[in-house]
């Protein structure tokens, strides 16, 4: 586990990462699919009715939570990984 987990999960803990994002930015199509109340369907709304304030205040939380998430990934491959931490020193 300690041999061979380590080094083969920064391509696993880089899917989870992409896909994460991907989920968040699927939301807007899988909420109006299925009317779903949540962010898609606040987002769809708000476009409708021409409220800009809240549209962009959507865009902002999802930016930032996209943002948060591949910081997350980042953190973990120094976790994963000293020597990744030497590499931009």
């Known amino acids: 586990v300690r041999?061979?987990?380590?080094?083969?999960?920064?391509s696993l803990i880089t899917l989870i990462g992409i896909n994460l994002g991907r989920l968040i930015g699927g939301?807007?199509?899988v909420?109006?699919?299925?009317?779903?109340?949540?962010l898609g369907q606040?987002?769809?709304?708000?476009?409708?009715s021409r409220d800009l304030?809240?549209?962009q205040g959507v865009v902002?939380?999802?930016?930032v939570v996209?943002?948060?998430l591949n910081m997350l990934v980042?953190?973990?491959y120094n976790w994963l990984d000293p020597r990744v931490r030497k590499v931009g020193a």
Do not use: C, K, N
């Not at 909420?31 to 949540?38: D, I, K, M, W, Y």
């Open 53 to 55: 304030i809240t549209v």
């Open 74 to 76: 980042d953190v973990s």
């Open 60 to 63: 902002v939380f999802v930016a």
């Open 3 to 10: 041999h061979a987990l380590r080094p083969s999960s920064f």
């Open 42 to 48: 606040l987002v769809v709304s708000s476009i409708t």
């Open 27 to 29: 939301t807007v199509i």
């Open 66 to 68: 996209y943002v948060a």
């Open 31 to 38: 909420e109006q699919l299925f009317s779903l109340p949540g």
